[in-house]
């Protein structure tokens, strides 16, 4: 939990990234609501409005402090000049020095969210700048919320629609959807239960992510649907080369997930449908790719279809119903991690690795060296105490210390076998030595256990 202090600097930290455009004519009242403000928040001002107008493209504001009477134009034309330029509806809290009702109201019919009197008092102000401040926070996160899937995070269906219709309506943009769903999922909920579904709808999103651009969308529009719209992006041979990608990735990632003695295959299936031709609307580009994406689940699963105005062949379809190809087969196997260190494998993996080295070395004469850390302990130590936890603990300083192409498995109780790549006896010995003084500044002065080592040339 935060302290008092830690979270109170956080919320001021917050604060101070809040910018605030002050627009009156007289410079005492700028100053005065700038010295009011600048220990809380960064603080533009303007003279007129329209140097108001050119400020909020460039300083981009969360809030507008704005005089209702300006020498040049009205606050109200500011403000909706604004909103004409921006597109965006920029909290405002209109100024006066005139006492009436009807200024008042028309400044909150124009939609401000606070009226304030000159001249105001300072702890007036701030306070009311902080409540529209949190107004409107607590409203973005509504409806951030509102467009967001709760268990994936991505867009929901309602957000989709929304920001594609706009691409495809209001902008005439061109575009391709892409809708797909799991195989097989729903055996996976009543074998597994439905929170080992759930965790297979996080991963595939989060594996989804990275082909998916900036500007891009991936949503989930429910179950185990998805969809993905790319903007701009509607070249066949591309798109053929993404599909396969996206196959190839989730297969891995949903099965790797399930773990090996899961007997349920997982893959997925996509249909397409492309903007214009398909649709110019959600709605049109949703029932096509819905349409291709039913004729790939009834001609074997695994695949992609691109919808051209029927879906009738099963030629059409590309599967993998009994090969893969070579980018495939690689994205499978391909380490899904890219962390620094040695690589940790098991016992099994480690004794398969051992082998294929020493067949390698017998042809191409590659130098590596086999190292071989035991823990026992100190001479001050209960000698039946089990180094288990200590062990595990050697390993992670071992797999930070040494290189990528290096790997290193766990034997025994209180073993650690390591093989250093590329490399002879003696600089073996300083990585092994490296490896020996890391782990005892890791032990600090009380060393519980003593770490010994014995080295052999893997040609030997």
């Not at 599909?243 to 003695?261: F, H, I, P, Q, W």
């Not at 790719?289 to 279809?305: E, F, S, T």
């Not at 390993?395 to 290193?408: F, I, N």
């Amino acid at each position: 939990m935060l302290s008092n202090n830690l979270a109170r600097g956080m919320e001021y930290i917050g604060q101070m990234n809040k910018r605030i455009l002050v627009v009156d004519d007289t410079e005492v009242i700028l100053k005065i609501a700038e010295n009011v403000l600048k220990t809380n928040y960064t603080v533009i001002t303007a003279l007129t409005g329209e140097d108001a107008i050119a400020m909020v493209e460039e300083c981009d504001p969360h809030l507008i402090l704005l005089d209702v009477n300006l020498p040049d134009m009205s606050g109200y034309d500011v403000l909706e000049e604004i909103r004409r330029k921006t597109q965006r509806d920029i909290p405002c809290i209109f100024m006066t020095s005139t006492d009436d009702n009807e200024t008042e109201l028309k400044s909150l019919e124009l939609g401000a969210r606070d009226y304030i009197h000159k001249p105001f008092m300072p702890n007036v102000l701030l306070k009311r700048i902080e409540m529209v401040i949190m107004n409107e926070e607590t409203r973005a996160n509504l409806e951030k919320d509102a467009d967001t899937d709760p268990l994936t995070g991505l867009y929901n269906r309602r957000a989709a629609e929304a920001m594609i219709d706009e691409c495809l309506i209001a902008k005439q943009e061109v575009g391709v959807l892409l809708m797909f769903d799991i195989d097989n999922f729903k055996q996976v909920n009543d074998n597994f239960g439905h929170k080992t579904g759930d965790r297979l709808l996080q991963t595939l999103s989060e594996a989804m992510k990275p082909y998916v651009r900036s500007y891009d969308l991936l949503a989930r529009l429910g179950g185990d649907e998805f969809i993905i719209f790319y903007r701009d992006f509607n070249n066949v041979d591309a798109l053929t080369e993404r599909c396969r990608a996206l196959n190839a990735t989730a297969e891995y990632v949903l099965n790797d997930m399930l773990g090996g003695s899961a007997t349920i295959p997982l893959s997925i299936s996509i249909g397409v449908a492309r903007a214009p031709e398909d649709g110019s609307s959600f709605a049109e580009l949703y029932q096509c790719a819905d349409k291709a994406l039913y004729h790939v689940k009834q001609n074997g699963k695994r695949g992609y279809y691109f919808y051209e105005g029927s879906c009738n062949s099963i030629h059409d379809v590309y599967q993998n119903n009994n090969s893969i190809d070579i980018m495939q087969i690689r994205m499978m196997i391909e380490e899904r991690s890219h962390k620094q260190g040695a690589y940790n494998v098991e016992y099994e993996d480690f004794k398969n690795i051992y082998r294929f080295l020493r067949r390698y070395g017998e042809r191409t004469q590659t130098r590596a060296q086999f190292v071989l850390f035991t823990l026992h302990p100190a001479e001050h130590e209960e000698k039946q105490r089990n180094p288990e936890d200590l062990l595990r603990s050697f390993g992670d300083v071992a797999e930070r210390t040494l290189r990528r192409g290096d790997v290193a498995a766990q034997y025994g109780n209180n073993q650690y076998m390591m093989l250093l790549m590329g490399t002879n006896l003696d600089n073996g010995k300083l990585a092994a030595e490296r490896v020996c003084n890391n782990w005892r500044r890791e032990q600090g002065e009380k060393q519980r256990y003593c770490l010994d080592y014995e080295i052999q040339d893997l040609s030997v």
